[in-house]
């Protein structure tokens, strides 16, 4: 509410003290890995079931359930109005941004499954990192982590605020909702385990991820280069792509988390159906 470039100052320094305290927390652990507790390398393998449950796991559940680390990339998407040549600078932030963050989480999940063998995390499924910790006997460590973990959770929530709210701007400057279903959404989220929203989180976004890419295709193919308005790299190749890797991960969720975002999914096509597709602005005549 107080603006844009004080939004990004903020959040500049809050990063910045973020990725400080990762770095510290890399170069303190390093030196505590035992690459004994690296093998077997891959125990759950790639996509398996418990025995009589139909609860799958291995690296491909797994990399769909923590697929919500790295929403927020797309969010800053969401401020193209605000940004000098989005064409080129919002690319070019998000696929750094993307890069940094991927090679961290590599080198946190080493260090950390190369001190506290896998196992032993079931003991410290709150705070995996606090265990690790334990291990190392660095106890002043826990105090700085900590507080890169509170200052890491106030960055998100600012971050998909500001996206939030530019995404029901903009929805709503088009007639697609009114302000009613900003509120309704806002209360139903309040009420939902948190675990739960997670998986909707990942199912949710995996989904607009695919429903993206496969629009690229279709205005490709209906549309010339000049009325379109903008440029996707790798055409098909890409968005097939994007569309297969998505598939792969949203089958790795359980089939409660497909029930539940069928429903809200049905719930979002009625709205648009009996309220968006009337009032948005791209019904008026000679818009474009």
């Known amino acids: 509410s107080i603006g844009i470039n004080q939004t990004k100052k903020t959040n500049d320094i809050m990063v910045m003290i973020k990725l400080a305290i990762i770095v510290l927390f890399i170069v303190c652990t390093v030196w505590y890995i035992n690459p004994a507790n690296w093998k077997p390398f891959s125990p759950y393998g790639i996509y ?138 806002a209360i139903a989220g309040g009420f939902i385990n948190i675990n739960v929203l997670f998986e909707l989180v990942n199912i949710g976004t995996l989904s607009a991820f695919i429903i993206v890419s496969a629009g690229i295709l279709w205005m490709r193919k209906t549309q010339p280069d000049a009325h379109r308005g903008f440029r996707a790299p790798g055409v098909p190749f890409t968005p097939i792509c994007a569309i297969i890797f998505c598939l792969i991960l949203i089958f790795g969720l359980n089939w409660e988390t497909w029930v539940r975002f069928a429903v809200w999914f049905a719930l979002g096509l009625v709205v648009y159906f009996t309220y968006s597709r009337k009032h948005s602005q791209l019904n008026e005549p000679g818009l474009f």
């Open 48 to 185: 398996t079931f418990q025995p009589g449950s139909t609860q799958p796991y291995g690296i491909v559940p797994a990399a769909s359930i923590v697929f919500f680390s790295f929403i927020g990339f797309d969010a800053v998407s969401s401020s193209a109005e605000e940004t000098i040549n989005p064409n080129k600078t919002l690319p070019r932030g998000i696929l750094i941004s993307l890069a940094v963050s991927t090679v961290l989480y590599i080198i946190m999940t080493l260090i950390m499954t190369g001190v506290v063998p896998y196992k032993e995390f079931a003991k410290f499924i709150d705070a995996p990192v606090a265990g690790v910790i334990l291990e190392t006997g660095l106890n002043w460590l826990a105090f700085i982590v900590n507080l890169g973990a509170l200052i890491g959770m106030t960055t998100v929530m600012l971050v998909q605020l500001y996206g939030q709210s530019r995404i029901c701007y903009a929805m709503s400057r088009d007639g697609l909702f009114t302000w009613f279903f900003g509120i309704l959404t």
